[in-house]
């Protein structure tokens, strides 16, 4: 199978089901940031690959990264076809919320508002969690539109809250200390 297929060559692409919309469509721009969400997912699990990130990590952020493609791939289906994948659901965000819990139990609670940064890890997951909250406005724009199931916003929200919480454990596993944000004093 060839990979290119010259379709799109005039700005449209094909959904599930063969409906054409423009590749600029509020649809296309939501299951894009997932994909692109998922890319970057696969950049921070490299830390994993290699040894320098937690190993636990590695297990979890595989599993969404599988969640993200069955939720992008529900995206691209705007006619409820049944696709034969299992779809993000409730026990999905769930999850995730048992996982923010245990990530919480291991770093310092938060005084401060922190920057991205530290280890180097921690701030790719911060990268991730702002890809993250811009694959959210993506969903939110299309459930403006077009019916979308409203687990799969609390599940990109939830997403962006874990990948904050595994930023700041990150930085702590690694003896780093989280980048306090200080602000300017005003003057005069």
């Not at 969404?64 to 006619?79: T, V």
């Not at 299309?142 to 809250?161: F, M, Q």
């Amino acid at each position: 199978m060839k990979i290119y297929t010259k379709t799109g060559d005039g700005g449209e692409t094909g959904l599930f089901g063969g409906e054409r919309v423009s590749k600029a469509s509020a649809r296309v721009e939501a299951y894009g940031e997932i994909d692109e969400l998922n890319s970057v997912l696969g950049v921070v699990r490299t830390h994993t690959l290699g040894r320098e990130g937690p190993d636990d990590f590695d297990a979890l952020l595989a599993t969404i990264q599988s969640r993200l493609f069955d939720l992008g791939a529900e995206l691209s289906n705007p006619k409820g076809k049944d696709l034969g994948i299992p779809l993000v659901d409730d026990e999905d965000v769930e999850a995730m919320e048992r996982a923010i819990d245990r990530a919480e139990l291991e770093v310092a609670p938060q005084k401060t508002f922190i920057l991205p940064g530290g280890a180097r890890m921690s701030a790719d997951l911060h990268v991730a969690r702002c890809v993250c909250r811009r694959a959210e406005r993506r969903l939110v724009t299309l459930a403006g539109e077009a019916e979308v199931r409203p687990v799969l916003v609390r599940y990109v929200n939830r997403l962006s809250d874990l990948l904050f919480t595994l930023a700041r454990l990150a930085n702590h596993r690694a003896g780093n200390e989280d980048v306090p944000w200080v602000g300017r004093r005003k003057t005069g």
